[in-house]
């Protein structure tokens, strides 16, 4: 940042200063041209009119001709063009001067003045001529190399004050720069600080200016530290979580397989009773890993290539012929219905089915035992969308832990252990991410002891 401005300042100035300078040198190059021609102008009236008093005065016609200025040409000319006097050479043998431009118009019009490659002197030369009441014209001439020393000298006047001004554009926009960039940094250093409200507050003071930006950055800087404090807080509770979920299983394998090696047990029925309970651990443990791994390849996002038109209709009736088989399905009376019916999403099969069977498992699992339970389906569009009600009777969600049940390895029943509610507390993480790879979109709402309502929505193909 510091930088940008240090570049807009210097290239500001500069074209500031060269723009000033190449109009300073214009205004100098027309001043200048001006003052020459009027210098000449004047001395060649001057001369016209100290002529036509002395114009049979032999004496004064000597000192016309005895005339001469280092910067300065005098020409006489009669009313025939011919030269009766010049004071850089001898009149005797001059071209007739009648058709030179300056002299045929002050013939005409009195006066006249012109720039012209002299045939004379074989210069660029500027020229006056005044007709004086004789009848002669008095022409005044300078050489532009005259014109061009003037001008050369107060160019580089201008050139080295452009220099020096730009040099010293340098130090103050890099000295602009840093102090405007400098309470800026400052409130950044102190947003990170770790007494960074007192360095907020002070620079709010030293700078009015940037007390919505302070202010901003303290709204922020709490936003980070309650989020910072959460995400750490999740993340302990994702650790105990997934210790939990694998010690469990671990430790019921390392406690049997401790009796068979010790030999405590004396029968083949013993033998086979542990021999299960290890393999379901295992099976369990298992099946934890294959969710978190399951998990990982969702969040990698390589099922966008996949997606193609599915029936989301007998997606959700085929989840629910791999549940109804469930005991707790018998037990607690659970029925499934649809109403309603959508045309084809754009989906993956297998992810939209594994979605629809953890929503309905999740149903399933937390629905209230020993009553009629009924969940219930309707399927309907908005706009581009297919919209999924799915609505259960159930104990419901408590408000506090409503916004959690999509983390990993969360659990809204405190007792992880309850035999009541098996499961590894993946199955709605999975379903967020499968929501998220179809680009749709997912809410919860829930009552406790009321039931739970989910509304998937998915675009249509």
């Known amino acids: 940042m510091r930088i940008t401005i240090f570049r807009r300042l210097l290239s500001m100035g500069v074209l500031y200063i060269l723009s000033i300078t190449i109009l300073?040198?214009?205004g100098i190059f027309f001043f200048t041209r001006n003052a020459v021609l009027e210098t000449i102008g004047h001395e060649a009236r001057t001369v016209a009119a100290f002529s036509t008093n002395v114009a049979n005065d032999a004496e004064a016609w000597k000192s016309i001709q005895q005339h001469n200025d280092r910067h300065l040409r005098l020409t006489i000319i009669d009313p025939s063009g011919a030269v009766l006097y010049e004071s850089e050479r001898s009149a005797a043998g001059m071209d007739n001067h009648k058709d030179r431009p300056e002299v045929k118009a002050a013939f005409e019009t009195g006066e006249s003045h012109g720039e012209r490659m002299s045939a004379t002197m074989g210069v660029s030369t500027f020229y006056y001529a005044v007709k004086a009441p004789n009848g002669y014209v008095i022409r005044v001439a300078t050489e532009a190399s005259s014109l061009q020393t003037y001008l050369y000298g107060g160019f580089l006047v201008a050139f080295l004050l452009t220099v020096i001004y730009i040099i010293s554009l340098y130090y103050v926009a890099r000295r602009m720069s840093e102090d405007i960039v400098k309470p800026i940094e400052?409130?950044?250093?102190?947003?990170?600080?770790?007494?960074?409200?007192?360095?907020l507050k002070h620079l709010s003071q030293s700078y009015v200016e940037l007390e919505p930006l302070v202010e901003t950055l303290q709204k922020q800087q709490t936003e980070l530290n309650d989020y910072i404090s959460s995400e750490t807080k999740r993340r302990q509770?994702?650790?105990?979580?997934?210790?939990?979920?694998l010690k469990t299983p671990l430790t019921t394998i390392s406690g049997y397989a401790e009796l068979l090696k010790a030999g405590y047990v004396n029968s083949v029925e013993e033998s086979l009773s542990l021999g299960e309970k290890i393999y379901n651990a295992?099976?369990?443990?298992?099946?934890?890993?294959?969710?978190?791994?399951?998990l990982s390849e969702i969040e990698a996002d390589m099922w966008g290539d996949l997606l193609t038109a599915v029936d989301a209709k007998s997606v959700w009736q085929q989840a629910w012929k791999i549940l109804e088989t469930k005991d707790q399905v018998k037990q607690n009376q659970v029925t499934f219905a649809i109403a309603g019916d959508i045309p084809q999403v754009e989906g993956h099969p297998s992810l939209?089915?594994?979605m629809a069977v953890n929503l309905l498992d999740n149903a399933v699992k937390y629905s209230k035992p020993g009553d009629a339970n009924a969940i219930n389906l309707t399927l309907s569009q908005d706009g581009g969308m297919a919209k999924m009600v799915l609505t259960d009777v159930g104990i419901g969600i408590p408000a506090d832990k409503v916004n959690r049940i999509f983390e990993r390895f969360y659990r809204v029943d405190p007792s992880r252990n309850n035999a009541k509610v098996s499961g590894t507390g993946v199955?709605?993480?999975?379903?967020?991410?499968?929501?998220?790879?179809?680009?749709?979109?997912?809410?919860?709402?829930?009552?406790e002891g009321h039931g739970t309502t989910f509304t998937?929505?998915?675009?249509?193909?």
Do not use: Y
């Not at 509770?237 to 979920?245: D, L, M, P, R």
């Open 24 to 26: 300073v040198c214009i």
């Open 186 to 199: 400052a409130a950044f250093r102190g947003w990170t600080h770790k007494r960074g409200t007192r360095v």
């Open 237 to 245: 509770e994702f650790s105990a979580n997934i210790a939990h979920e």
């Open 282 to 294: 295992s099976q369990r443990m298992l099946g934890t890993i294959e969710s978190i791994l399951h």
């Open 352 to 354: 939209l089915l594994e």
């Open 427 to 447: 199955g709605l993480a999975l379903v967020k991410h499968i929501v998220d790879v179809h680009k749709g979109t997912i809410e919860v709402a829930s009552e």
């Open 456 to 461: 998937v929505e998915i675009p249509f193909k």
